[in-house]
């Protein structure tokens, strides 16, 4: 595993790498994090678990939940010798009440019955819990990119909002992020996953399951490893910082690829 100075862990060894949608929802998100005193943490859907490395190394004592097999074994690659990490394919009895703060990104929109799935990380905060949620943007967004990855739904901001307050969550923060990089990458990342999505369907005699394109989702770096690096040289590295701190001019339009919402239990 390695550590950029801006972007992060990053395991090429086992295929994963942070790419800018992720940097660009990571980058939101920690500055929310670091205003926050350490507690209980879970990660729903950690995906490679870099964050959890993060955070853990920020003083948070934290769990993850993670469904995908692949992913989980390269979360717990990430995290092998960390002991304030512990990963999980299922929900844990002792949850109920646990938690401090939960933290989903890109999770909701995998899942069909989303209220339900709301309701029940809402059984796991403490009664003065935090949950933090990131979701993609605009069912006029909708590209093969979705498909790939097995979403259900994008999210529309005023249905996002009735949602969450009717599970019962006060809404303290409301994000609209990556914009105007995110909006850049999303067409390339749709060409991309369109081609993969045609190669799929002239190789395989089944098309796959969308529990199989949820599994591969937040792991899956089909790109070769030099695109990461090239990312990574200074030069490129310094324009990626100027577009992660261009973001927060936008984050209180509806312009972005995505949501962030902070929200604690009523």
Same mark, same amino acid.
Not at 31 to 44: A, D, K, M, S, V
């Given at each position: 595993m390695k550590i950029h100075w801006l972007y992060g862990p990053s395991a090429e060894e086992r295929g994963w790498f942070p790419l800018p949608s992720y940097l660009l929802r990571r980058h939101r998100l920690m500055?929310?994090?670091?205003? *926050?005193?350490?507690?209980?943490?879970?990660?729903?859907g950690c995906g490679a678990g870099t964050l959890l490395y993060e955070l853990s190394r920020m003083g948070f004592t934290c769990s993850a939940l993670e469904t995908s097999d692949q992913a989980r074994g390269v979360a717990k690659h990430v995290n092998h010798d960390n002991p304030k990490v512990d990963i999980f394919h299922q929900p844990q009895q002792k %949850? &109920?009440?646990?938690?401090? !703060? *939960?933290? /989903?990104?890109?999770?909701?929109?995998?899942?069909?019955?989303?209220?339900? /799935?709301?309701?029940?990380?809402?059984? %796991?905060?403490?009664?003065?819990?935090? &949950?933090?949620?990131?979701?993609?943007?605009?069912?006029?967004?909708?590209?093969?990119?979705?498909? %790939? /990855?097995?979403?259900?739904?994008? !999210?529309?901001k005023a249905g996002l909002i009735e949602l969450l307050q009717r599970v019962g969550f006060l809404i303290l923060g409301f994000e609209s992020y990556g914009f105007p990089l995110a909006n850049l990458v999303e067409p390339i990342r749709a060409r991309y996953h369109g081609k993969q999505l045609e190669n799929e369907r002239d190789s395989q005699p089944q098309i796959l399951s969308r529990k199989s394109r949820n599994d591969r989702s937040g792991v899956d770096r089909s790109l070769p490893v030099f695109v990461y690096r090239l990312m990574s040289c200074f030069p490129i590295a310094v324009v990626m910082f100027f577009f992660l701190q261009l973001q927060g001019l936008f984050v209180h339009t509806d312009l972005g690829a995505g949501y962030l919402v902070h929200m604690r239990r009523k």
């Open positions: 500055r929310l994090l670091r205003r *926050i005193p350490p507690g209980r943490l879970l990660e729903i %949850w &109920l009440g646990e938690f401090d !703060y *939960i933290i /989903a990104l890109e999770v909701l929109e995998h899942i069909e019955k989303d209220e339900v /799935a709301l309701r029940q990380w809402s059984s %796991w905060l403490c009664p003065s819990g935090a &949950l933090f949620v990131s979701v993609p943007a605009g069912m006029s967004r909708w590209t093969e990119s979705d498909i %790939w /990855a097995g979403h259900f739904r994008r !999210y529309e």
